[in-house]
Structure formats: C-alpha cells, structure tokens
Nanobody, 127 residues
Framework: QFVESGGGLVQAGASLTLSCAASGRTFSDYAMGWFRQAPGKDREVVAA??????????LDSVEGRFTISRDNAGNTVYVYLQMNSLKPEDTAVYYC????????????????????WGQGIQVTVSS
C-alpha cells in the first residue's frame, strides 16, 4: 500500500515536498520512483532511486530543482520528492512507484517495469 501526500496548489517559484509511505511488502528491496502525468500527456519518470539510495536518476527538466530521497529504517519505507523552484509546467498528477528489478538491472525510466503504483497526488503550479 502506498500513501502519497504533500501535493497542492502553489505559485511559481515555490517549493513542495511529496511523501510516499510504502508498506505491506519489503519495499526496502525495491527501487522507487516518482512519475507524473499532465493532462493529455504520457506519464513520465521525474526521479528515481535505487533500493539502498546509492544512485538517483532525474528527468532533465527537473535536474537541480528536485531531489529524491528515501528512508528504509522501519517497516514502512518513505520516499520523498523535494521540489524547488516549481514551474507551471510541473503541474501534473504525481505517482509513487516501486520496481523490484526482477532481472537485476535498474531501468528507472521504464514505466512498464514498475510493480506497484500509488493512486497519485495533484500538484498545481500557478503562474
């Protein structure tokens, strides 16, 4: 089960932190990702992080503005997306997802390889 929080309506230039609480499985063994989907557009990866947090991946347009992190300390794994200097083009529904890396290869942008998805949370950035 994923519980996403932290979305909302903000003005351009503001910051938001999205949180994803993942429970019910050993999600500390999973790579995690944040995706987004704007109206009329395909879902795209925004940021991803390996299971132990040693590697991260970012969409070019958010590099330097967004930071993904995770906390594997307890039974519930928390994945965060710190979003700074938000732009209207960041407006979308944001989804948390988990990838078990069944073949041992990390492909952070491959949506079809993610095993579990959250319900999504709206982020709206006004100009």
């Amino acid at each position: 089960q994923f519980v996403e929080s932290g979305g909302g309506l903000v003005q351009a230039g503001a910051s938001l932190t999205l949180s994803c609480a993942a429970s019910g499985r050993t999600f500390s063994d999973y790579a995690m990702g944040w995706f987004r989907q704007a109206p009329g557009k395909d879902r795209e990866v925004v940021a991803a992080i390996t299971s132990n947090g040693d590697r991260t991946y970012y969409l070019d347009s958010v590099e330097g503005r967004f930071t993904i992190s995770r906390d594997n300390a307890g039974n519930t794994v928390y994945v965060y997306l710190q979003m700074n200097s938000l732009k209207p083009e960041d407006t979308a529904v944001y989804y948390c997802a988990a990838d078990y890396l069944h073949d041992g290869i990390w492909r952070p942008a491959a949506l079809n390889l993610y095993d579990y998805w959250g319900q999504g949370i709206q982020v709206t950035v006004s100009s």
